[in-house]
């Protein structure tokens, strides 16, 4: 198993910034890929971005590309979210989530993953 706490949402104004943080404990963290998705309201889960166990792979959605970058420490079982030049369309739940170990592939499917966090509210105002 793999327990997953995200931290870092709340409420930004349009143009803003906000880091999410995912913490992982359990299994060894440095062999999941790790992804973020999000959740807006009356919307389905959707796929932000996602960085492979080893770091060598990075995969974004076109709403968040060149926007946001997603990092990972290993040394912390931590994972990043930074994102950028908010907009009120960002307003969702972000949920970290983990895959593997080992993939030889890095997925955007939601269903791939195993392991998912609570989720932290992030709320961009206009």
């Known amino acids: 198993q793999v327990q997953l706490v995200e931290s870092g949402g709340g409420l930004v104004q349009a143009g803003g910034s906000v880091r999410l943080s995912c913490a992982a404990s359990g299994r060894t963290f440095s062999y999941y890929d790790m992804a973020w998705f999000r959740r807006a309201p009356g919307l389905e889960r959707e796929f932000v971005a996602a960085?492979?166990?080893?770091?060598?792979?990075?995969d974004y959605a076109d709403s968040v590309k060149g926007r946001s970058t997603i990092s990972r420490d290993n040394a912390k079982n931590t994972v990043y979210l930074q994102m950028n030049s908010l907009k009120p369309e960002d307003t969702a739940v972000y949920y970290c989530?983990?895959?593997?170990?080992?993939?030889?592939?890095?997925?955007?499917?939601?269903?791939?993953?195993?392991?998912w966090g609570q989720g932290t509210q992030v709320t961009v105002s206009s």
């Open positions: 960085i492979a166990w080893n770091s060598r792979r990075f």
């Open positions: 989530a983990a895959d593997g170990p080992f993939n030889n592939m890095l997925s955007t499917n939601l269903h791939e993953y195993d392991y």
